[in-house]
């Protein structure tokens, strides 16, 4: 608040009319900015509530699925059925699941943006063993062509370890099922099993698009799939047709 020492008015009671009014003003102000730093209409948006995959803290590790689940899209693995020891014969058993995803160009793209993420930093960016992280004591362990990978390894073994991890190698289960597919894919076409040439090009750090993994194929925000019985059906019964009568109409008088 400001008070005028000025020309005072020489009409009586002017002066502390004005100081009157400016303190008015100044309480109004107050008051206004208190009432616009408050969320009146809220609509319960900001209820208190965890949304999926949401994290209480930023010390605190997001929620996962709840273990032995099932994704609303199936899995190929389900937990109850294959443990996630990092031992071989928890992924031998997983030899034998066939590979659901087809090796199109579609799907080789997507294994490359994740295999350059996850997989050259050890394995090399053609899977020779020479990556990033073996000038530094990893052993470098060749996966592509020509190597023990290319030649005896089934897809769902890959997929496996891909999974459960074994020795040196940590399970990769941020990697959704769909993508490890994809990397298995991408891992046939740099061993040159696929029909579909090597891409190695990759981006530079910073870079974003298509050279990052996109949404999630699986997850939450997946709607779940619904099964409508009836229009499953191969003999549907019609109801009887019925023709409506005209309410409105008056009737006709006979003479």
């Not at 020489?10 to 102000?29: H, L």
């Not at 020795?167 to 099993?193: A, F």
Request: with cysteine.
């Amino acid at each position: 608040m400001s008070v005028d020492f000025g020309t005072r008015d020489p009409r009586p009671g002017t002066r502390d009319i004005r100081v009157r009014t400016r303190v008015a003003g100044f309480g109004s102000g107050v008051l206004l900015l208190l009432l616009s730093a408050c969320s009146w209409f809220t609509d319960f948006k900001q209820q208190p509530k965890i949304d999926p995959w949401e994290s209480p803290a930023d010390t605190i590790a997001p929620r996962a699925n709840p273990q032995a689940s099932v994704p609303t899209v199936g899995s190929a693995a389900p937990g109850f059925e294959y443990n996630r020891l990092p031992m071989p014969q928890s992924i031998v058993a997983m030899s034998t699941i066939p590979n659901p995803t087809p090796a199109d160009s579609a799907s080789v793209a997507r294994g490359r943006v994740q295999f350059q993420i996850n997989c050259a930093i050890c394995h090399g960016p053609l899977g020779m063993g020479n990556g990033a992280a073996a000038k530094y004591g990893m052993a470098g362990i060749a996966i592509g062509a020509g190597s023990n990978a290319a030649n005896t390894l089934a897809d769902g073994y890959i997929f496996g370890m891909i999974r459960n991890g074994r020795g040196l190698m940590p399970p990769y289960n941020r990697i959704e099922e769909p993508d490890r597919w994809d990397i298995v894919n991408y891992l046939r076409s740099i061993q040159g099993k696929g029909t579909i040439a090597a891409d190695t090009t990759h981006g530079r750090p910073g870079e974003t698009g298509t050279l990052v993994p996109g949404a999630s194929r699986m997850g939450p925000t997946n709607p779940s799939p619904f099964f409508n019985p009836r229009a499953a059906s191969t003999s549907p019964t019609q109801p009887p047709a019925v023709t409506p009568t005209d309410t409105t109409k008056k009737p006709e008088r006979k003479p």
